[in-house]
């Protein structure tokens, strides 16, 4: 106990002692990503603001008449099946093959497949939604800390779900200390990405703002690597899981530990299942 408490001190004066190198540059990269991001939301044909069904391949799935699987409007019937090894999607007019992350066009509609641990899984997104998203808070270079990663003694590989609702096999990175409210250590863990050959340092977390201001399930925010060996951790950058967007997406349950003291009014915002939103703050 008391050589984790050391540790705690010493992330924590590491953490102070290293947020005003920042500077500007990172307050700019959070806007830049945040238009980027906003502008995905209201225009990509994957954009879970569009998402109309979600559901596991399984032994195949029927679209498009009314006692279909996904039932489409305007859409005659359509199968996608794996045949050996193989996903492949029946039409009216023949067979063809199916790629995972790649859009395929039914009618007028847009499906996409994803890899996950149980299997791929069938998206269908519409369009574009009148919905619009929540905003974000003011930039807050008070929740930006930087510091090692603590690694984990004993690294376990769990199926986790994803901020895209996909479950994945990741594995714990280790942990990372804050002071917001407390000291409090967050699990780190490494998702991998839709291809399968990258990943993502992620943390998903709860804290005092949730169900007023933010998303009451939680919100992920990417761990950073520095080139000195550090790590940036920055709320300005959490983000809501797809659940918030839409009920098409199942929603991530809080990982064991995550749970911060404190609001943390920083990040992306949530208005409530309409998602009206407040207006979107700009960065100064």
Known sequence: MLSFY??????????????????????????????DYLSWLETATNSPLAAVARQPLGAGVRLGPPDADIPLRDVAEHTIEMRGGALLLKTPSGRQPVSRGRPVKVGGYTLYLAAS??????????????????????????????????????PQRLRVLAADGVEVEATEAGSIVISLGALTRLRVMRIPSAGGEESELEIFFRDESNSQGTYPAGRFVSLIPLPDGQYRLDFNRARNPFCAYSAVYPCPAPWRG???????????????????????????
């Open 6 to 35: 050391r540790a705690f001190v010493m992330v924590f004066v590491l953490f102070a002692g290293r947020v005003s190198d920042l500077g500007a540059q990172s307050r700019e990269d959070v806007a830049r990503e945040r238009g």
């Open 258 to 284: 995550n749970s911060i003291s404190a609001p943390v009014r920083a990040g992306e915002r949530y208005a409530g299942g309409g998602l009206q939103a407040p207006p979107v703050l700009e960065v100064k």
């Open 117 to 154: 641990a149980r299997g791929p899984v069938v998206t269908v997104f519409g369009k574009p939604s009148e919905k619009k998203p929540p905003g974000y808070y003011e930039y807050d270079p008070a929740v930006v800390f930087i510091g090692p990663l603590l690694p984990a003694k004993n």
